[in-house]
C-alpha cells in the first residue's frame, strides 16, 4: 500500500493547483481523478469548453463586427453544431496536454479511478476495469467539484432536453432553446445560443436574475437581451415539462403560460460531488446540497487532516477562485506559509455581453451606509469604442466621499473580464480616485474608460485636500 504525505481527490482547477503547491514544496502528491482525463468541469464541461464555444460564435456570426455592419452581418451563413464543436476538441486538448505535462514535470503522481474513503487516514480507488487500490495519506483535499442538479421532473433525454454537461455534444443547432435558471451558467448559454440567432426563452423563478451583481449593470444588460428579441419569462415557476416528439418540448408554467421549443437547458443549480466519497468513513457530513463547510482562510475541515477547495465548498463556485482555494489549502496542509486571500476577487460572466465585476456594489455600500459618489463611462465616449463600432458597453467605479478610496468597479461589454483587472490592482492596493485621474492610459484605448468615468465621479466629489 502506498503512503503520501497529500493525496489529492480531483484534478480540476482547485485539485491541479493544490498538487502542484504541494510538489514544488517538495511534498509526495498523489492527484486521483475519476475522468478519463485530468482537468474537471473547467476543461471538459465547463469554464473552457462555454467559453471556446462563445469565442467561435463571436467569430463565425462576426458579432463583434456588427456595430458597423448592421445586425444582419455574418462570417459565416450557415453555421453547424460541427462547426462550433471543431475549435472545442482542438482547445480541449491542448488544455489537457499541458496539465498532463505540467504534472509531469512538477512529479505529480497521478492515477485514475473513484476515490472513497475507507477510513479516516485511507482511501481506495476503483479503476476502470473493477480494480481496486488502497492508498493512505497524512493529509487529505477533497476537490471533487460539482454535477449539474438534476431534479425529477425534468425528463433528460440527452437529445432535447439536457444538462449543461450535455449541451455541448447538441448534435445540430436548434431554432429555438428554452433556458431554465438565469443564473451565469444560464445567461452564458441563453446569450451564446441568441448571438447564433437561434430564439431564446430564458425562465427564472425569482423575479431577478445575477443579485449579487450591481444592478444598474443588471439593468443595463437585461435591457440588451431585450433588445436582441431573447424573451425573459421572470417569476416564472416551471411546473411541467414534455417532449411530445423530436424538437418538440413544451414547458408549462404555474399560471398557465407554455413555452415551446426544438431544446431545452436546464441549468437550475449544481450538486456537490460527494455521494461516492463515502465520507462517514472518515466523519465528514455535507449540507442539502452535498457540499463541504470549510474554514474560509485555512480550508481545513471539521476532521483537522481532511481539506476541501473549490466548487464542493460553494460560492463563488469560479474556476479562478478555485485554484487559489487549492493552493491555500495546500500550504496549511503541509505546514507551509500561505497569505490569506485578498479581500475582493473579480468576478466574470462571460455571457454576450461580458459582464466583470470586483468589489462592492452600490446597493452594499449603501446599506453599510458609506458616504459615496459613482462615476460611469461608456464605451462608445471612448475612441477604442469608435474604432470598434461600440455603442453599448459601460463602466462604473464607486468611490468614498470620505477617503475617496475606490470601493467597486463593475462593468458590462466587450473585454470587461479583461479590464477588470486594471479596478481589481487599485481596489486591492488600497488606491483612490486620484489615481485614474492623474495616471496616463494608452490611446486609443477601452481601459480609458476608466479616466473617463474617474472624471466623472470628480465633477461631484469634494475637493482634494492637498
Ligand atoms: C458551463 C460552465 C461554465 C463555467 N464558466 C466559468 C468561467 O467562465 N470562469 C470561471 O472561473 N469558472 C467557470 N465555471 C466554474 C468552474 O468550472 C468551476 O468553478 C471549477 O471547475 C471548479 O473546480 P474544482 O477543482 O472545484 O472542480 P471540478 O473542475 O469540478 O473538478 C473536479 C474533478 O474531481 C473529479 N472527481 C469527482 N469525484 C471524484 C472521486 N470520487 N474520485 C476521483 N475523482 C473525482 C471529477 O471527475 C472532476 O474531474 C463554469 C462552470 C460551468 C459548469
Redesign the pocket.
Known sequence: MEHFELIV????????RAAIQAAKFGRNVLV????RR?????V????I???TLRETVLNLTGWRERGFYGRSYRVKDDISAGDLRARLHMTLNHEVEVLEHQFARNKVHTTS????FVEPTAIE?EGDAGEITRYTADKFLI????KPFRPDYVPFDGQYILD?DEILELSELPRSIAVIGAG??GV?YASIFSALDVHVTLIEPRNSMLDFLDQELVADFTHQLRDRGIALRFGAKVEKIEKHGPSDCEIKLEGGRCIRSNVILFAAG?MG?TP??NLDACGLEVDHRGRLKVDPMTFQTDVPHIFA????IGFP??????MEQ?RIAACHALGEKAYDPPEYFPY?I?AVPEISTVGMTEEEIKERGIPYECGVARFRETSRGHIMGLDTGMLKMIFSLKTRRLLGCHIVGEGATELVHIGQAVLNLKGTLEYFVENTFNYPTLAEAYKIAALDAWNRMPPLER
Do not use: N
Open positions: 481527490i480531483g484534478s480540476g482547477p482547485a485539485g491541479r486521483v481523478e475519476k475522468g485530468v482537468g474537471g468541469v473547467s471538459h464541461t465547463g469554464t469548453p462555454s467559453k479511478g473513484m476515490a472513497r480507488v476537490a471533487v467539484g460539482t449543461s451565469v451558467i452564458e449544481r460531488a461516492m466519497l477547495a473549490g466548487d464542493v463556485s469560479l474556476a479562478s477562485t478555485s487549492g466574470g462571460y
